[in-house]
């Protein structure tokens, strides 16, 4: 199994108020990934990175924010959270792009 | 965007039996990748398959990417095969970051 840790595993949040999640890798892969899981969409792309500092947007980006400072870590941030950002998270990580590994998620609901 | 449609979206076999899974698209790709999600939410992946066929244990996969399909074939099933079936795709793969769209997926049930 690859080396993907996220924390917490579940919370549960107050409209309005901010949240981290963070995805440790011990891999030390270059790419990482944030996505988000809801019934009837799959698995839909918030934002993803291709190196410390280097981030970009994804399929669904609005109303979140990413941050790389290490290679090992990849937080993602709900500035103000809503009821729709209730969903599981999955940070995924790779290396040279073609095959990716998911962490275990993370269950956020909004209240 | 690219589309991607899975069929059937749920199926129930008796163990021991075999299963093949759809994978449609609306365009070329070259990154196809097929997951399993177990009952317990986690997410393994089970081929990169571009192109061709890849055989792994009781599992095998084809795609056919001038036809814009690849299958999943499961023999011999097994409860533990019970889950979520993912198939994603990317259209443009540059040889970095993999920025795969989702099917909804194909949820199993192996029953004894």
Redesign the interface.
Known sequence: DAGITQSPRHKVTETGTPVTLRCHQTENHRYMYWYRQDPGHGLRLIHYSYGVKDTDKGEVSDGYSVSRSKTEDFLLTLESATSSQTSVYFCAISESGNTIYFGEGSWLTVV | ?IQ?EQSPPDLILQEGANSTLRCNFSDSVN?L?W?HQNPW?????LF?IPSGTKQNGRLSATTVATERYSLLYISSSQTTDSGVY?C?VERV?????????????TRLQVTL
Not at chain 2, 41 to 45: D, K, P, T, V
Not at chain 2, 93 to 105: E, H, P, Q, R, V
């Open positions: 965007g991607v990154n990748q997951f939410g986690q997410l393994i992946n990169y993912f994603a793969y540059t040889g970095t970051a993999s920025k795969l769209t989702f099917g909804t997926g």
